[in-house]
């Protein structure tokens, strides 16, 4: 499956919030929006999924020092 190259202005909002959302600094009505997107867009599920792997990345090598 491809990517769509540019995202929409629907999505260009919500990836303002995918850090907060990842962090889990939403409300619970925003989460439940932002996780209905995202599992609905692939350009969103795909950049949520980098994301997740570079935060995780970022604190294992935290980890490590």
Do not use: F, N, W
């Amino acid at each position: 499956m491809s990517v769509q190259a540019r995202p929409s202005a629907r999505c260009r909002t919500l990836l303002v919030e995918l850090s907060r959302y990842l962090d889990g600094d939403l409300t619970p009505g925003r989460r439940r929006t932002v996780e209905r997107h995202i599992k609905a867009c692939a350009c969103c599920g795909t950049m949520s999924a980098r994301l997740t792997k570079t935060m995780a990345a970022c604190r294992a090598e935290g980890k490590r020092r």
